[in-house]
Structures are given as C-alpha cells and as structure tokens.
C-alpha cells in the first residue's frame, strides 16, 4: 500500500512563507494525482491545491491562488506545496492525498472522494 509523510509545518508569522513536503512511498505507486487540504478546527476539510503526476497541471482553490504553488518531483516520488504571503486564515492541518482515479476538471480534483491515500497531517501555525 501506499504511504504519505507529510513535512515542513510550522509556526510563522503573517506574510511570511513556508514550504510543505509529502513523500510518497510503497511496494507499488501510481497515482492520477497529487494534493493538498487543509482542516481548521470546527471546519470541514477542504480542497487548497493539486496537481496532475502524468502532466504536472495544477489546481487551487481560488484563496491561495497567486499565495501558493504546487510542484513535483518524479524522481522523489515527493509533491510540494510552497506558500508565500501566509495569513492567519491559513492555519490549520494540512493533510497530503494520493488518487488513483482519472480526473479532468477542477471539481474532480477538489473532491475529497476522489482520494484514496492520505498523509497523516501537518500542522501549519500563522501568527497575527
């Protein structure tokens, strides 16, 4: 089966940056794609960015758009989720998934459902 590991959460102040890793690993991996959500507490777990494994095309939800980038590493098997310009409305847990389903549209992407392997968490912290 396949793992993720999520890396690179933290503490930040407002403005500031951070740069998330997941790393995918197992006896076989293949995935349509790659992403990220996040969840705060008392709210629903939400779609922030993914991107395609085959094509590198990428996908955000339109309030990180410009703040965030998505990218990937083939060779590492290992996607990354870079954020600038942080606020404190970013905080929460973010949370890397794998899909093996083919998607090719935004909502397909930004479905939750549409996941079958997910990471374990990692907290992201921004300060006022």
């Known amino acids: 089966q396949v793992e993720l590991v999520e890396s690179g959460g933290g503490l930040v102040q407002a403005g500031g940056s951070l740069r998330l890793s997941c790393a995918a690993s197992?006896?076989?991996?293949?995935?349509?794609?790659m992403g990220w959500f996040r969840q705060a507490p008392g709210k629903e777990r939400e779609f922030v960015a993914a991107?395609?494994?085959?094509?590198?095309?990428?996908y955000y939800v339109n309030s990180v758009k410009g703040r965030f980038t998505i990218s990937r590493d083939n060779a590492k098997n290992t996607v990354y989720l870079q954020m600038n310009s942080l606020k404190p409305e970013d905080t929460a847990v973010y949370i890397c998934?794998?899909?093996?389903?083919?998607?090719?549209?935004?909502?397909?992407?930004?479905?939750?459902?549409?996941?079958?392997?997910w990471g374990q968490g990692t907290q992201v912290t921004v300060s006022s």
């Open positions: 998934a794998a899909s093996n389903s083919y998607c090719s549209s935004y909502g397909c992407y930004a479905s939750r459902f549409r996941y079958d392997y």
């Open positions: 197992g006896r076989t991996f293949s995935s349509y794609a």
């Open positions: 991107i395609s494994w085959r094509d590198g095309a990428t």
